[in-house]
């Protein structure tokens, strides 16, 4: 199955001439819906909400595994990086939105050729289908604990979107950057002993773990964790399948696009014949 990423003229020169692919962090895209478990998790209250049901219902009154669960989420939170694909070939509502003033490019590859950009790295990599099933009329926040219980990933809140957005039969590519994993890994060791060794343990466990996490978290900021990550090409033939371009591109548009792709030695094939 080919997937397909329409990006602008800025985007697709500094892909090939630099060789390397952008995955951004989620928390930078415009829906505030996107991962909203994970995100919802700014504030110090929804902490404690997660913990309790971490608590009560996912793992039901054992502290080690909520202390971990949520060590989990909360590093998926900061140190996830995602890209955007489609399986549409040609979308009129896609095209339109990804316009760029009509020099907007479509580059193809597939799965496999994505998973190829990350043999030999120590990123984590999932690649799956995007389901349209939030409804922001429900709770959200407990329909993505739930998900996430289902499937046991707490990646599954950055691969459920909005009704509205189904236009775009999308592929999501998220990768985990693992160079911190060891601070998660000590912090939660450090508030599953603390609370295990805390007097007030068994009467308010609730309170307490909450406590003994906020104590022991990792304060990831903006300042600490890129909101960008670099993933190198090695072979751009071997990556990118084909390029083709908005079909209300000019025909000097059309030109240049073939002339770079002849370059780099990819396969053109012109203009969308959507229209």
């Known amino acids: 199955m080919n997937l397909y990423r329409i990006i602008s003229f800025e985007t697709f020169i500094g892909l090939i001439e630099k060789k390397e692919e952008r995955y951004t962090r989620p928390v ?7 991962s909203y478990l994970l995100e919802s998790l700014d504030s110090s209250q929804n902490r404690k909400k997660l913990i309790k049901i971490l608590y009560t219902k996912i793992s039901p009154f054992d502290p ?3 202390v971990n669960n949520f060590m989990k989420l909360w ?3 900061w140190c996830t990086y995602a890209q955007c694909w489609s399986r549409e070939k040609d979308s009129d509502a896609l095209w339109r939105i990804y316009s760029y003033n009509k020099h907007s490019i479509q580059i193809c590859t597939n799965k496999k050729r994505i998973q190829n950009l990350f043999t030999g790295r120590n990123e984590f990599l999932k690649i799956e289908a995007v389901k349209y099933d939030v409804n922001d009329k429900t709770d959200i926040f407990m329909d993505q604990v739930y998900a996430m219980k289902k499937t046991l990933s707490v990646y599954e809140p950055y691969f459920h979107k909005r009704h509205a957005f189904k236009h775009e039969n999308e592929y999501r590519v998220i990768i985990a950057d693992n160079s911190k994993q060891v601070i998660s890994n000590l912090s939660a060791w450090a508030a599953t002993h603390n609370f295990i060794t ?12 909450s406590r003994k996490i906020e104590e022991s978290l990792y304060k990831f900021s903006k300042e600490n964790v890129n909101n960008n990550l670099y993933i ?3 072979d751009l033939s071997e990556y990118i399948i084909e390029v083709r371009v908005n079909p209300f591109a000019e025909d000097w548009f059309v030109e240049l696009i073939a002339d770079i792709c002849k370059k780099h030695g990819l396969k053109f094939c012109g203009k969308s014949k959507l229209y």
């Open 198 to 209: 805390s007097k007030r343990a068994t009467t308010k466990p609730v309170d307490e773990l």
């Open 28 to 34: 930078c895209w415009d829906d505030c819906y996107e």
């Open 75 to 77: 590093y998926a939170k």
């Open 232 to 234: 190198p090409i090695k």
């Open 64 to 66: 080690r595994v909520t």
